[in-house]
């Protein structure tokens, strides 16, 4: 028996020896260790040992078993070393290659449009703010003069987080939170994503931009409300810019106005653009409430202001004649290299 062991030991160690792959390794496992392997035959032997020499030689078979293990797994290790070595040898770096070139994005219409506006109103010296996207409900609405009954809270517009929460539906929220911590003179724009529950379509997005503007000083006027918007105008759309305002209904605001512009395209005279009417619809605007301004204990009698709501992606559509807002989203750099 010790003959047979001894045998079966030389045979599987220059096996091992000779071996130069892992799969060579694991056939050699498998031959002398596995279910039909040798050195298991010999364990099934066992029973036509000699009851009082069955110790002894099970101590052999466990001995030769245990070195087997030990020289399958140091092979093992040897092979997996000389394949990573042969590997960086076959990787080593060419310096002569030319490199990657990286590949540098560029700003989105959104981007360069908001950029374009903030300009302009910095320019008059407004200042820049920013609020939350996820809001209490108290100041996307009842704080804007809009209750718990109005229309524009329906859920099919509003998404809600939960009764007290939802993802801001405009970017007014921001001059409740504003007129809160400061007093007047203010003077800001707050641009910023809103979101509502539409289904997308060309016109149409969940979730899109807006940048509102608000006013609240003494003797504030209509007039100051159409000065600022018509150098806005034509700022932004050039010289030649004619404004028209529209009477309209806002919560927050009374009066209420939209106001277009003269169509940039054609000048005035009908296009495709302007649908053939030559004025372009372009935002919402009036005087703040005075409702608004008493929630935040503002003196509508010593105070007023006016307030304004413009959809950046409508200016970054008309601006650079985009007819499908999908395109701002869709991320195609064919497409955002354009701008
Ligand atoms: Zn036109």
């Keep these: 028996m010790q003959e047979k062991l001894k045998k079966i030991r030389e045979e599987a160690l220059t096996r091992l020896e000779q071996a130069s792959s892992m799969e060579e390794v694991n056939d050699i496992r498998v031959a002398y260790l596995g279910k039909k392997g040798s050195l298991t035959e010999v364990l099934k032997g066992m029973r036509d040992v000699a009851p009082e020499d069955r110790p002894k030689v099970g101590g052999w078979v466990n001995d030769l078993r245990r070195e087997?293990?030990?020289?399958?797994?140091?092979?093992?290790?040897?092979?997996?070393?000389?394949?990573?070595?042969?590997?960086?040898?076959?990787?080593?770096?060419?310096?002569?290659?030319?490199?990657?070139?990286?590949?540098?994005?560029?700003?989105?219409?959104?981007?360069?449009?908001?950029?374009?506006?903030?300009r302009v109103f910095i320019g008059m010296g407004y200042e820049v703010v920013e609020g939350p996207e996820v809001e209490y409900d108290y100041y996307n609405f009842e704080a804007l003069n809009i209750p718990a009954n109005h229309p524009a809270k329906d859920e099919q517009d509003t998404f809600y987080i939960n009764k007290q929460i939802v993802l801001r539906t405009q970017t007014s929220s921001v001059q409740a939170r504003v007129m809160e911590k400061q007093r007047p003179p203010i003077r800001i724009i707050a641009p910023g994503r809103v979101y509502r529950s539409d289904a997308v379509d060309a016109t149409h997005s969940p979730s899109f931009h807006q940048v509102e503007g608000l006013v609240v000083d003494k003797h504030i006027t209509f007039s100051d409300l159409k000065g600022t918007l018509a150098q806005f105008a034509k700022e932004m759309f050039g010289p030649e810019t004619k404004v028209k305002f529209r009477p309209h209904h806002f919560p927050f605001t009374e009066p209420s106005a939209e106001m277009d512009?003269?169509?940039?395209?054609?000048?005035?005279?009908?296009?495709?653009?302007?649908?053939?009417?030559?004025?372009?619809?372009?935002?919402?605007?009036?005087?703040?409430?005075?409702?608004?301004?008493?929630?935040?204990?503002?003196?509508?009698?010593?105070?007023?202001?006016?307030?304004?709501?413009?959809?950046?992606?409508?200016?970054?559509?008309?601006?650079?004649?985009?007819?499908?807002?999908?395109?701002?989203?869709?991320?195609?750099?064919?497409?955002?290299?354009?701008?």
């Design 261 to 339: 512009v003269s169509c940039f395209k054609c000048g005035g005279r009908g296009c495709r653009m302007c649908k053939g009417s030559g004025w372009i619809e372009i935002l919402g605007c009036g005087m703040v409430h005075p409702r608004v301004l008493e929630m935040r204990d503002i003196d509508p009698e010593e105070y007023t202001g006016f307030a304004f709501g413009i959809g950046l992606e409508r200016i970054a559509l008309l601006k650079y004649e985009i007819d499908d807002m999908r395109l701002l989203y869709e991320n195609d750099e064919r497409f955002l290299e354009q701008f």
């Design 68 to 118: 087997l293990e030990e020289k399958l797994d140091e092979a093992k290790n040897s092979l997996a070393e000389k394949a990573l070595e042969a590997r960086l040898e076959a990787e080593e770096i060419d310096v002569t290659m030319p490199a990657k070139t990286l590949k540098t994005g560029h700003r989105h219409p959104n981007t360069i449009a908001l950029e374009e506006l903030e």
